[in-house]
């Protein structure tokens, strides 16, 4: 074929391509995949009958179902979870929003795109001439894959190399370099994913308090990834309080909660924002998709919503996050090894300095025993010039597939680790 430039781009060589790929080849050969390194979540049967219940309840309501499947909803979502969605913002968060702030997208990926390149790129100079591009700042790295390929021109990204604080008993916890932060120009936004994927790090409340007085001070908006964060699916687990203001940008979604089948994506945001979303979305897709907020609708004005996520989400992905660590640490006792603290998200970091090969070896080793992974060096956009050795010794290892696969893949993870740290 004969690409356009951002043909080649799409079409080309990614973290998540090579994931998923490497996920289908696996299966396709009829081997048992010991899936290490998606992002779905797990399938938690009390979650799951919840769900059920609502989807029955749905489609006993009279002509609910065929309106959630049979109609198109505004550009901006359905207004009835808007509404619902805003109401418990008040009341819980005391946030100042309405239906008018809110607006939903076929999965927070897709808002990502959108947000990006609303606010990054080539910019016409007062007298119509292009002048020089703004970018997406992200302040720590590593951050999240998916914002590698989601501007639509080149070099929207730029990025600043995370501080690490040694915690002892083999922990560390990632920060933001603000000295190197406030030397960044032409920002026209700042992201940070907040609990950050891939490293479950939650950046503490003061951190994200300065980077929204940087964005405000910049004229800039702060987009907080908030995929997995509170108040649902409210997958962290030390303190951390939700924050929104009129300059943040915040972004939800029900995939993490269990339902990433339903691809609803939600946005948080001042009404001029949300209006600019919606012409998107009418222009992308029409509208978003109906039968993700029209199951969560009576959910959310209930208040359920926080009580699954606080009873029930949260506290296993807790469990399992405690189980891992310890498996990792008394397996590999005597080898180099750091896990990044384990505060929200569903996977852990590791990082192996010094070691002898590196993670694009080490993933190539783990594939071939039937065990996925994501090797560390696709989760550094913004990045991709700076010879950081940082991105060559860490690999991300999710926990939620079924616990003896996620056991048996710790275990094998363990045994070539420590092979490659005794010169194997």
Known sequence: MNLSAFGQRLTSESGTRSLMDDLGAIAAAGGDIMNLGGGNP???????????????????????????????????????????????????????VSERNIALTNG????????????????????GGERRSTRILLPLSPEYIGYADAG??????????????????????????????EAVEDIAAICVSRPTNPTGN?????????????????????????????????????EAAPAW?????????????????LRTGIVIANEEIIAALGAVNAIFCLAPGSLGPALATDLVESGEVLALARNVI??????????????????LDGCEIRIHRPEGAFFLWLWMPGLPITNAVLYERLKARNVVV???????????????????????????????????????????VRRACNGG
């Open 314 to 331: 949260r506290p296993h992905y807790a469990e399992r996050a405690e189980r891992a660590v310890d498996l990792l640490r008394e397996g």
């Open 202 to 238: 939650v950046v503490t409340d003061e951190e994200l308090t300065r980077l929204g007085a940087i964005a405000r001070a910049r004229g800039a908006p702060l987009i907080v990834d908030n995929a997995y964060g509170l108040p649902f699916p409210g997958i962290v687990f030390g």
């Open 245 to 261: 203001d009129d300059n943040t940008i915040l972004c939800m979604s029900l995939s993490k909660l269990g339902l990433p089948g």
């Open 42 to 96: 797990s399938l938690i049967p009390a979650a799951e009958m919840v769900f059920r219940v609502r989807l029955q309840a749905l489609m006993q309501r009279d002509g609910a179902f065929e309106r959630a499947i049979g109609t198109y909803d505004a550009p901006e979502g359905d207004r009835d979870f808007a509404r619902a969605l805003a109401g418990i913002l008040r009341r819980e968060q005391g946030w100042d």
């Open 108 to 127: 927070s990926q897709s808002a990502f795109i959108a947000l990006f390149n609303l606010f990054a790129g080539p910019r016409a100079g007062e007298d």
């Open 374 to 416: 994501v090797s560390g060096q696709h989760f550094f956009p913004g990045l991709e010039d700076d010879d950081w050795p940082h991105k060559h010794e860490c690999i991300r290892i999710s926990y939620a597939d079924d616990w003896s696969r996620i056991e048996r893949g710790l275990g094998i993870i363990v045994e070539e």
């Open 152 to 181: 639509l021109s080149p070099g929207m990204l730029t990025a600043r190399r995370s501080t690490i604080t040694d915690l002892g008993d083999r922990l560390f916890k990632y920060g933001v370099d603000f000295e190197g932060v």
